[in-house]
C-alpha cells in the first residue's frame, strides 16, 4: 500500500511539474503568433493618448490580407526626438507665452521655424495619428531623388482606376515625371501617385523607400502603407516626423517648386488636350507671404494639413493632423496657427524644441523592442531561434501528460501489477 502511495505521489509532483513548465512555455510563444489573431495590439496605459497607435480605425481599410498579421507598433523611442519636452501631450509653449487660439480642432500640431528648425510651440507632438496624403511628400521626395524630370512614365489601367482624388491621367497615357510631381502635391492626385510608385518599382517597392528615408530622416514615428496616403495596415506618423519631413522637403527646390506652384497645364489622354489644374490649398489666395504646402483627408485620418509662409524674412511651417473642418475651415485654422507662430518668434519667447534631421539612436522605452536593427517596416525584436521550437516542446509535454494521465487510470483500475 505505501507502494502505491509513493507511485501516486510521484507522479502527481511530474505531473504538476509538467503543467507548470508547459504554462511557462505557452506564454513564452512568439509574438507573431498573437498579433495573427488581433489586428492591433493594444495600447499601454500613459498619460499620453495614442503614443504607441493612431485611435482605432472606422472601417476595414487598414485590415491586412488574409493569412498576414498586422504590423507591430513602431517602438517608442525613450529619448524624445526634438528634445524633452517634444514628449509632453497637451499643448507645449515657452513659459510665459501668449496662449494658442482656441478654435484649433487638431488633436496634434506643431509650429517651426523651417530655417532653424526650431520648435515654436505645439500639442502633443508625438502623438501617432494617420497622415492621409501629407505622406505624398515622401514619395515626392524619393521621386524627385530617384528619376529624371524628363523620364517619361506610360499609364496603366491600375494607375487610372485608383480610388480619387485623381487627376485624371489615362490608361496609356504619357506623363513626364516633373508634371506627374507637381500634379502629386498641387491636387494630391492618387492616381499620380499610383504611376510614380510603379514607375519606382511598384507600390511595395516605393512604400520600402519611402520608409527608408523616414529612417534615415529620424522620423521614428512614421510608417507608411501605401504611396498615396490612403488608410494601410501599420500606417501611422506624428505632428513632429511630419514637422521633419515637411522641413526637409522644403530645402529641396523640386518640391519646393511644385507646392509653390497655384496652376498648370496637365497633359490629357492619348489624342486628347492638355486641361488645367489647381492647387487645392485654400490658403493661396487669403494669406500674405503663403509658400504652399500640403492637404491630406481620408475617414480614418480626418483632415490633415502641411503649410508654410514667410513674414519678415522669417519662414514658418504648420502641421496638424486629425482635425475637423468646423468650427472652422482645418486652413483657416492654419492661418491662426501660423500668426501665433509669427508672434512668438518676435517676441523672442524660445524655444521648446528642435526639429532635426537626425537618426533616432538612443534607447528605446521600456518594454518596446531594444534590439539597434528594428527595421523600418516597425517588425518587433524576435527571440532566438530554437532548433526544436516552442511549439514542438508544447506537443512533447502535451504527448507526456497523456502517457502519465494513463499510467494514473491505469493504476487506479488496477491494471498495473503491484510487486510482490
Given at each position: ?10 507522479l ?9 513548465l ?172 499610383h ?128 482635425a ?22 518676435a ?35 524576435t ?27 491505469g493504476?487506479?483500475k488496477?491494471?498495473?501489477?503491484r510487486?510482490?
Amino acid at each position: 500500500m505505501r507502494s502505491t502511495t509513493r507511485i501516486r505521489t510521484v507522479l502527481a509532483a511530474v505531473l504538476t511539474a509538467a503543467l507548470t513548465l508547459l504554462a511557462t512555455l505557452a506564454g513564452t510563444l512568439p509574438r507573431e503568433a498573437s498579433a495573427a489573431v488581433t489586428p492591433q495590439a493594444a495600447q499601454p496605459s500613459s498619460s499620453c493618448p495614442n503614443r504607441t497607435l493612431p485611435p482605432p480605425p472606422v472601417d476595414t481599410s487598414e485590415q491586412p490580407p488574409p493569412g498576414e498579421a498586422s504590423p507591430a507598433p513602431l517602438p517608442v523611442p525613450e529619448n524624445p526626438a526634438g528634445g524633452d519636452r517634444m514628449a509632453e501631450c497637451g499643448i507645449v509653449v515657452p513659459p510665459g507665452s501668449l496662449e494658442p487660439p482656441q478654435d484649433i480642432t487638431a488633436a496634434a500640431w506643431l509650429v517651426q521655424d523651417l530655417d532653424t528648425g526650431e520648435v515654436l510651440a505645439a500639442k502633443d507632438p508625438h502623438a501617432r495619428h494617420r497622415p492621409a496624403s501629407l505622406i505624398k511628400t515622401l514619395l515626392a521626395l524619393v521621386v524627385l531623388e530617384e528619376l529624371r524630370p524628363d523620364h517619361v512614365v506610360v499609364a496603366t489601367k491600375a494607375d487610372a482606376e485608383q480610388e480619387c482624388t485623381c487627376v485624371g491621367i489615362v490608361a496609356g497615357g504619357e506623363y513626364r515625371v516633373d508634371d506627374l510631381v507637381n500634379a502629386l502635391l498641387m491636387r494630391s492626385g492618387n492616381d499620380v501617385a499610383h504611376a510614380l510608385a510603379t514607375a519606382l518599382g511598384g507600390t511595395d517597392v516605393a512604400v520600402e523607400k519611402m520608409n527608408a528615408l523616414a529612417e534615415w530622416l529620424g522620423a521614428a514615428d512614421t510608417r507608411a502603407a501605401t504611396p498615396s496616403g490612403l488608410d494601410g495596415p501599420g500606417m501611422m506618423t506624428s505632428a513632429y516626423d511630419m514637422s521633419l519631413v515637411f522641413r526637409h522637403a522644403m530645402q529641396q527646390p523640386g518640391y519646393a517648386e511644385a507646392v509653390g506652384m497655384t496652376e498648370m497645364r496637365f497633359p490629357g489622354g492619348p489624342g486628347q488636350p492638355d486641361f488645367p489644374i489647381y492647387n487645392d490649398n485654400p490658403l493661396w489666395p487669403t494669406y500674405d507671404g503663403f509658400l504652399g504646402g500640403k492637404t491630406g483627408f481620408t475617414d480614418d485620418a480626418r483632415h490633415t494639413y502641411a503649410g508654410a509662409a514667410e513674414r519678415d524674412g522669417r519662414r514658418l511651417g504648420v502641421v496638424m493632423l486629425r482635425a475637423e473642418q468646423q468650427p472652422a475651415r482645418v486652413a483657416d485654422q492654419a492661418a491662426r496657427l501660423l500668426d501665433y507662430g509669427f508672434t512668438l518668434a518676435a517676441s523672442d519667447s524660445g524655444a521648446v524644441g528642435t526639429v532635426t534631421s537626425a537618426p533616432v539612436t538612443g534607447e528605446l522605452a521600456e518594454g518596446e523592442a531594444s534590439e539597434g536593427e528594428l527595421s523600418f517596416a516597425g517588425v518587433t525584436d524576435t527571440p532566438p531561434d530554437d532548433p526544436f521550437g516552442t511549439t514542438g516542446w508544447i506537443v512533447t509535454l502535451f504527448v507526456t501528460l497523456l502517457v502519465i494521465a494513463g499510467l494514473l487510470v491505469g493504476h487506479r483500475k488496477g491494471m498495473l501489477r503491484r510487486p510482490d
